[in-house]
């Protein structure tokens, strides 16, 4: 069966003038952009941001090897009964009238399983930009680098997630991008962004892929508790000799009223079987997170998801099995301090098939139970 929405997709994105042509259509937008500006005061002054950030944790998972990974398609929070940092970061962040810049380095046990790719040189570069605005009211910005990704509700760092170890859903999808960003902010409630980037979560681009990837976000906070969100990525994650066009969506809603919240996302993906094949393998994926706040020191929240990728285009298991799974976490937090957070969990993921590796085999089932400890420092200049 033919599947017509992605071949669609594909013949407007697979031509040799999608550069030209993207890179035409940023300036237009920028034009419009600067159009809407009704403001001539200039309100943002010089300022800068000097941060950091540490998480150590350490997971206990029976039936998993000491010191080996809980599985080859997790990146975060992966080393079995070690003591070690999940990430590690300085960075220091510049706003003024004319450009803005943000550099942050990196390192610990995400960057070495997440950035195996990349070049030695380049993995340490957890964001590494620049912009400029587009307009007197600093509503639209034109940025350039490697920035973090635009895809999904959940980063690398811990504060910014109301669970303790990401779901599957987010360590299956890109952590940083690279390229071009043009972003827009329509008052409180609506912000854009376009984006012509490297590829699929790449600092240096593929060797022999003469196209860039493209691709956008849209958020809408319907009020002070509500937002809903899609982003989307079209894009090759191969040379142009055996370029397999991709197409990806996520979608996210998430409410926080009083104590209690709730975020609902979901992936849906599409890859062409082989270059040319109008015939695709599709992967998808739900994730529920729901919590209630007791007080200004502790924090519960539960997670139920589900993942499955039956054709490995994304998601790859160390025993060559497809990775479909689902699974189910809790998760206690206490933060003494605004700067300091402990956290537990408990997970459950149970595979259709053995896809968590054990000393000598692999399993389909873990129960991990995850400490971590995280502290941010920020300093304004």
Known sequence: MKNTLPYIFQQLFDKTYLMRCSIIGLLQLFIVFSAL?????????????????????????????????????????????????????????????????QLALQTGTYVQDNYSDEPAVLRPLLKCFAGIPLNKTKSSWLDAGIFPSYIGFESTQSFDNKTLTRSILAENSPYYMTGLRLSHTAGKKLSMAWYLLTGWQRISPIKGNSLPSLGWQWTYRASDFSAVNWSFFAGSAQPDIDRKWRFFNNFYWQYERNKWFLTAGLDLGAEQQFKSSRDYYFWWSPVIIGGYQWNSHWRTALRIEKYSDPNEVIARASSG?????????LNVDYMPISELLCRAEWKNLQGKHPIFPTSNSSINQINPITVAVAWRWNKKL
Do not use: C
């Open 37 to 101: 500006s009704q403001s001539i005061v200039d309100s943002i002054p010089k300022k800068w941001l000097l941060t950091g950030y540490v998480e150590t944790y350490f997971v206990s998972s029976k039936k998993t090897e000491a010191g080996g990974p809980l599985a080859a398609f997790l990146y975060n929070h992966n080393r079995n009964q070690r003591l070690k940092i999940n990430q590690a970061l300085l960075g220091a962040d510049y706003t003024g009238q004319q450009f803005r810049f």
């Open 321 to 329: 099995m497809p990775v479909v799974t689902s699974g189910i976490s």
